[in-house]
């Protein structure tokens, strides 16, 4: 049997503009913004290739803290593409670094240690690593 990870509750102060954050700084597909009352809403976003949306809101999700969600974590093929992509569209990102070593050679030198680093505007912490092919 197969076990996805489908959704994380990312825990917000301002819905719209963690919305905006999401949506339009950081590209991820808006599924769905929906409003049952003045007290409920839920937004869910899904980054671009992913199984796994995160959702934001009020009412229907659990109360955290705004910003104490840490070490979320995306996976793309080029970390230098993927910096640039994040700087172009303004998101306050750390530079590219290498974390770790290879146990193995890889067919490029960041695969699996090259990291950025980010946050939402509540403070909750992104990584982003590039992996571009999977050991077997």
């Given at each position: 049997m197969?076990?996805?990870?489908?959704?994380?509750?990312v825990?917000?102060?301002d819905?719209?503009?963690?919305?905006?954050?999401?949506?339009d700084?950081?590209?991820?597909?808006?599924?769905?913004d929906?409003?049952?009352?003045d007290?409920?809403?839920?937004?869910?976003l899904?980054?671009?290739?992913?199984?796994?949306?995160?959702v934001?809101?009020?009412?229907?999700?659990?109360?955290m803290p705004?910003?104490s969600?840490k070490g979320?974590?995306?996976?793309?093929?080029?970390?230098e593409?993927?910096?640039?992509?994040?700087?172009a569209?303004?998101?306050?990102v750390?530079?590219?670094?290498?974390?770790g070593?290879n146990?193995?050679?890889?067919?490029?030198?960041?695969?699996?240690?090259?990291?950025?680093f980010?946050?939402?505007?509540d403070g909750?912490?992104?990584?982003?690593?590039?992996?571009?092919?999977?050991?077997?």
């Amino acid at each position: 049997m197969n076990w996805t990870l489908e959704v994380v509750i990312v825990p917000v102060s301002d819905i719209d503009r963690a919305k905006a954050f999401y949506a339009d700084q950081l590209g991820f597909a808006v599924d769905h913004d929906t409003v049952l009352g003045d007290d409920i809403r839920i937004v869910q976003l899904t980054p671009p290739g992913s199984g796994c949306s995160i959702v934001i809101g009020k009412g229907a999700v659990p109360e955290m803290p705004p910003g104490s969600l840490k070490g979320l974590q995306l996976v793309v093929p080029d970390i230098e593409r993927a910096h640039a992509e994040l700087t172009a569209r303004g998101v306050e990102v750390s530079e590219v670094r290498e974390m770790g070593v290879n146990p193995r050679p890889t067919p490029h030198p960041l695969d699996n240690v090259g990291f950025v680093f980010f946050s939402d505007p509540d403070g909750n912490e992104w990584a982003v690593q590039q992996i571009s092919s999977r050991a077997e």
